[in-house]
């Protein structure tokens, strides 16, 4: 109990000397918000297509580049040879029902459902049939799956991926 007591009886001048919290916004850089993809950051709050920033974001491949995402989201690109592929659709019901924990990990969602489009996504993974792809926010690929998973799955894999390790600061411990 002394040494909490001692602990927060130190903390109180580092805090005080911080000072207030820069504003950010008079110079023009606005720091990334959770759930906000790279391409809204100066629409304001909301996503393109109009999503507002506290739902998932789901991108169609063609309005989406692999490079608008680097160290800002966690791209789940979700392959099919068509959308009405029951995989496909699987898949994209499972992530909308519980998006809350894909928000929480920056998750962006892009689909391609069209194999002839030869989309950036597709030409750089090359899918075959249905396929989940998980990236990480450095770009690289972390596992691939060829059928649906659920949102537990998917945020216990992502979860284990180096970046969202020291994001959650367990990166040091055993």
Known sequence: MKLKRLILLAMVPLVAAMGPKPEGEADGHRPYVRGEVPAARSEGTAAPGGTP?????????AEADPAEFMWQARPVVIFANTAADPAFIEQLAALQ???????????VVVTDTDPAAASIWRRQLRPEGFSLVL???DGQVKQRKPVPWSVREITRAIDK???RLQEIGRAGLP
């Open 161 to 163: 991926f180096p970046l």
């Open 135 to 137: 990236m990480d926010k």
């Open 53 to 61: 920033a506290h739902e998932l974001t789901v991108l169609p491949a």
């Open 97 to 107: 029902r519980d998006p809350a924990p894909l928000i929480a990990r920056d998750v």
